[in-house]
């Protein structure tokens, strides 16, 4: 058998050679469709990528219907519960129901250099509580995170991002130090490495989630005593708060929670409706206390909808296209075995069976695929060269990774196969005899 | 011509004379709507926005201390501004500016009657009779600033600018007075915005919203007489285009002088030209991206028939030769390749044609995409047609030259 392949190898080359300028066309077209389809699936594969392998599987986040009945959410223009309450917030974080739990929300403040050659400048950053560093893993550089007691007692501390503890502190440790964030004194206690989940899919939609890195995180108590105000989403019904955040009227915290197993997530659910239906008892719900829901982490990216309408059109145009190019191939393949007719007939009555003249084609159309997805991994390369160069936020991690350049090579060679299903179909059905007695 | 001879090599050739015409039917297809997709999108970012684009640059500049005196600073800030060479005026607005995303939107009505019975029936944020707008606000001098078109009334006076949130008077875009006051004169008529009564003073020809895909029309604007009061505002300025950079190098440098302490954000500092390239650069993006697929379709198309083409001269050189033995001329071989070609990319045609319709409606269905006009169809076919015709000349051209002689000679 793998003589025979060897033989089929060298045919199918042979009588690629002899007609260069219709294999050229072959591999030109399937290079080109399989560029194009895997320029945007990889962006479509970066953009709904595991933002945190290895621990999405644990992390979930709770969703609660404040809102009251008669609601006006166009006046929102997204939903308002998507987000929790300040006493919901607490109320959960106190309930300590999961393995560890953290509520959280944008924070943008004016840093004021102590160095005298620095101008004051606006860094995004989070306020949080304590699980957090823990729950997602945020690597630590120096010093470490805060604790559940800093957070009782609305400590004024600060852990920084890498790159704004350089900025700020030279490369000078800056655990410690003193950082002046709006009109407060923050001590930082920590620095992290360089940590960035792509997306930063527990920020709020108002975020470029895919290019926004928090800079600094501080605690959510000190946040809320300082009246800092958040940068994020903040939806409000009934009385006017007149900027208080503890309002139970206003939506603006995120909460994420860890559960190890599905039965504490299932548990978790059940704890949600329990308190929404208590909630409700006491008034201050008025929706079905079966409106509480359980996000899994990618669950969560999937109601966010986070990749674009034009990014899907793009991909759907570039299969489009692609389907284009294997018809194309499929007729010029069609001809040129159709061509061989002779030489088919040939070989049938040496007593080759049409599996022989199948697999025979079969290769030939295999050879064609693996050359047009060598140029399709160019092409794609130079495609995803221009994306990155396009300044959507999602544009720098456009990259191929390992597994994209295999399925890239994979799909060329699986599109070539199946444009030579028919063609090679039809030419193993050619009859011996009758080609035979035209030669 | 005979067509009788081409449809029975057509038919012998019946199944690659089919993958070829389902070839040209999805391309016909897909460029149909593709083209389409082009020209809407094109059609949107060429949308006016009323105001002097190529002469405007922009610079935010935020306070950091809270003890300042803000309309002071303010005052001082435009000052030193307008002392900078070539720049011809300059306004502050609060952030609002059309094309920048920073948009503070609300419902307006006509009168106070239509207020209170949106009010009752709580559907004073569903547009309807109270159309959903844009705010906008600034200094004294916005209008001429910012060259807005004045169509009716007139420029707020001075004495009717103020610092809290209750401005007495309003300019509005027509886009808005003709939604208000349909068939009736706007000017002198009381808006009801935000439970506030507003007169409305003058009408600017067009006058986009900060983010006129949102809700409501994108030309619902209103100017209110109110001035901007937080620490962080826009600066605008005027000046010749080509003036643009150097002005807003300088402005930076001018502001900082006026007050070492405030942030001004690099990205904040742009040419008008710069907001509006951002507000379309998903579409521009996008645009470039439908150009090259549709050239792409098309150029794998012309590949695949001139291929075959070539393949198929290739292969009837004998009868071609024969054909010229028995008397056909040049011109006759040149028209059956021709011929032959306009039969395969028609039915082409006739199929794409209906499968450009069947993808139009499932386009409609999932990306909110208009009603492809029927007029598209008729010209991609023409396309096509051309396309087919071109990519089958030379090798038609060499079948012409096949001589009779070859007729002659053995296999």
Known sequence: ?439 | MQLRPILSTLRHHRLTAMLLTLQVALTCAIVCNVAFMIASRIAGVSMPTGIAESELSTIQSTGTDPHQNARALRDTDLAALRAIPGVESVVAVSYALPLNRNDTFGPVCPNQQVFEQAMRASSLFKGGDCPLSSFYDGTPGLLGTLGLQLVAGRDFLPGEYTAKDDPPVAVVSRALADKLYPGQEALGKVMVMGGNAVRVVGVVATLARPNPHGMGDGYASVITSQLPGSTSEIYVLRSAPGDRERILKAAEVALFKVDPTRVIDPDQVQTYSQIRDAYFQRDTTMIGLLIASALGLLFVTALGIAGLANFWVQQRTRSIGIRRAIGATRGDILHYFQTENFLIVTAGIVLGVLLAVLLNLLLMTHYELPRLPLWYLPVGALVLWALGQLSVLSPALRAAQVPPVVATRSV
């Not at chain 1, 320029?39 to 945190?52: G, I, K, R, Y």
């Not at chain 1, 704890?271 to 929706?287: E, T």
């Not at chain 1, 050359?371 to 060269?385: K, Q, Y």
């Not at chain 1, 090679?424 to 059905?429: E, F, K, S, T």
């Open chain 1, 1 to 439: 058998m793998d003589d025979m392949l060897g033989y089929y190898l060298d045919l199918a080359l042979r009588s690629l050679k002899r007609t260069p300028i219709l294999t050229g066309l072959m591999v030109l077209a399937i290079g080109l469709g399989i560029g194009a389809s895997m320029t945007m699936l990889t962006v479509l594969h970066v953009m709904t990528d595991d933002p945190m392998p290895g621990r999405s599987a644990q992390l979930y986040t709770p969703h609660l219907d404040p809102l009251p009945l008669k609601s006006n959410s166009a006046a929102f223009g997204h939903d308002a519960s998507d987000h929790l309450t300040w006493p919901d917030a607490m109320a959960l974080l106190k309930a300590h129901r999961a393995q560890r739990q953290a509520v959280m929300a944008a924070g943008y403040l004016l840093v004021r250099p102590a160095a005298a050659d620095l101008r004051s400048f606006y860094v995004n950053g989070r306020y949080t509580t304590a699980d957090f560093f823990t729950m997602f893993g945020v690597p630590f550089e120096h010093g470490s995170s805060w604790s559940a007691a800093d957070d009782a007692a609305s400590a004024h501390v600060v852990v920084l991002a890498d790159s704004l503890a350089r900025k700020l502190f030279g490369s000078t440790d800056a655990v410690g130090k003193m950082v002046r964030m709006g009109e407060n004194d923050l001590r930082v206690i920590g620095v992290t490495t360089n940590w960035q989940p792509s997306p930063l899919f527990y920020a709020d939609s108002r975020t470029k989630r895919y290019s926004d890195r928090d800079l600094f995180f501080l605690p959510l108590s000190t946040a809320v005593d300082l009246n800092l105000g958040t940068d994020g989403n903040v939806d409000s019904w009934g009385k006017m708060p007149n900027g208080d955040m503890r309002s139970a009227t206003t939506t603006w915290l995120q909460f994420w929670v860890q559960l190890d197993t599905p039965t504490q997530a299932a548990a978790y659910k059940q704890f949600l409706i329990d308190y929404s239906a208590q909630q409700k008892l006491l008034g201050r719900f008025q929706r079905p206390a079966t409106n509480a829901k359980l996000y899994s982490l990618m669950g969560w990216l999937v109601h966010e909808n986070l990749v674009p309408g034009d990014v899907r059109l793009q991909m759907w145009l570039a299969l489009g296209f692609l389907l284009v190019c294997m018809v194309n191939v499929m007729a010029l393949l069609l001809a040129k075995f159709l061509r061989r007719s002779g030489e088919i007939s040939v070989r049938r009555a040496l007593g080759a069976r049409r599996r022989d003249i199948f697999v025979q084609f079969g290769i030939e159309s295999v050879v064609i695929g693996v050359a047009g997805g060598v140029l399709g991994v160019l092409i794609a390369e130079l495609g995803l060269w221009s994306v990155r160069h396009r300044p959507d936020d999602y544009a720098h991690i456009a990259r191929m990774d390992a597994s994209m350049l295999l399925a890239t090579l994979a799909l060329a060679v699986f599109a070539s196969m199946m444009a030579s299903l028919l063609p090679a179909w039809r030419a193993c059905r050619v009859a011996p005899a009758l080609q035979l007695k035209t030669l």
